[in-house]
């Protein structure tokens, strides 16, 4: 049997290209490391078309600084709100299949986004290698920057969305899924070794579950052999071999997500991000990022808009 599993986070800037272009919708599309994203992923074959919605003399300016031609690309000025209005009039009709915040206030789009919303909760997912990690494979890292109340309900989603991306892009067909804690202990002052073990003994379908699990025991064989087989719902299939890490707040997701992030620039891990749970695949990006982490990011919500099947919103 073929294994065609993501083999690593760079490697989805192939596959997309290989797939029918997309097009990507910009609100606040006027600034200089936008386009200058929008002409590179076309370099790529990833994107046919950017809708740069914002300043249309800066996006001009901007494009004639990068010698970015943008005869196939379209322009519409307005405010931030008409933005928000915009974008959504033009993922309902069709017209889109992705969105990338640009140079526009983040609580703006986001509540123009929420109108798009097809999930309870919509949550940031982001697929990471990084050499010290889980021998380097790639991994799902979630939720680092959306999620802030992690109620049952809510972690279920997230879970939810993590495994339809795992199955959707790195094709794992039933992805393992560590919810991690401190401890794989029930610890009654530590709430998420609970919620780590009533999740691990639901049912599901496309998914096994496994917590409450430590970082450690999540990610790394050795680990496990050193300390043993944690008693938790299907430790001897999750442990030391997650695929998801499903983090038990935004506070210890946003740190491990941001460690991985300082790694990138020392070219010891990568990284792409996609925020689900909407019509359309939502990117937010740090201007800080790099380019190839922009462009990993595109590359992702590319295969994922190509492939994506809709899957119910329950366990």
């Not at 990690?133 to 992690?150: E, H, K, Q, Y």
């Not at 299939?237 to 992030?261: E, M, Q, R, S």
Request: hydrophobic share 45%.
């Amino acid at each position: 049997m073929t294994d065609n599993r993501l083999k690593s986070v760079s490697d989805l800037v192939g596959i997309a290209g290989q797939l029918p272009a997309t097009t990507i919708l910009i609100p606040g599309g006027d600034r200089i490391e936008d386009i200058k994203l929008v002409d590179t992923a076309r370099d790529f074959g990833i994107i046919k078309q950017a809708i740069l919605v914002g300043d249309e003399a800066k996006i001009r300016e901007n494009a004639d600084k990068l010698g970015v031609t943008l005869e196939k690309d379209i322009v519409i000025a307005g405010t931030d709100e008409t933005i928000g209005g915009q974008t959504i009039e033009l993922v309902n009709d069709g017209l889109v299949d992705i969105v990338l915040k640009g140079g526009i206030s983040t609580p703006i789009i986001n509540r123009a986004m929420l109108k798009l919303a097809v999930r309870s909760t919509v949550s940031l997912a982001s697929i990471f290698d990084a050499d010290p990690i889980a021998n380097g494979r790639p991994m799902i890292l979630t939720d680092a920057g959306v999620t802030t109340v992690c109620s049952q309900d809510r972690m279920i989603d997230m879970i939810l969305n993590s495994v339809e991306l795992a199955r959707t892009v790195m094709e794992i067909d039933r992805p393992k899924v560590a919810i991690l804690s401190a401890n794989e202990k029930q610890i009654p002052s530590l709430p998420s070794t609970a919620m780590g073990l009533e999740l691990a003994q639901m049912q599901w379908d496309d998914a096994i579950v496994c917590g409450p699990l430590s970082f450690d025991l999540a990610t790394d064989p050795e680990s496990v052999e050193v300390k043993g087989m944690p008693d938790v719902p299907n430790a001897e299939i999750v442990a030391g071999h997650a695929d998801i890490l499903v983090c038990p707040g935004i506070d210890a997701a946003n740190v491990l997500y941001k460690t991985v992030t300082a790694m990138t620039k020392y070219g010891q891990a990568s990284i792409a991000g996609v925020t689900l749970g909407f019509k359309v695949p939502y990117i937010i990006l740090s201007r800080s990022d790099s380019l190839a982490t922009r462009l990993e990011s595109v590359s992702l919500c590319s295969i994922y808009a190509r492939r994506h099947q809709p899957q119910p919103s329950q366990a």
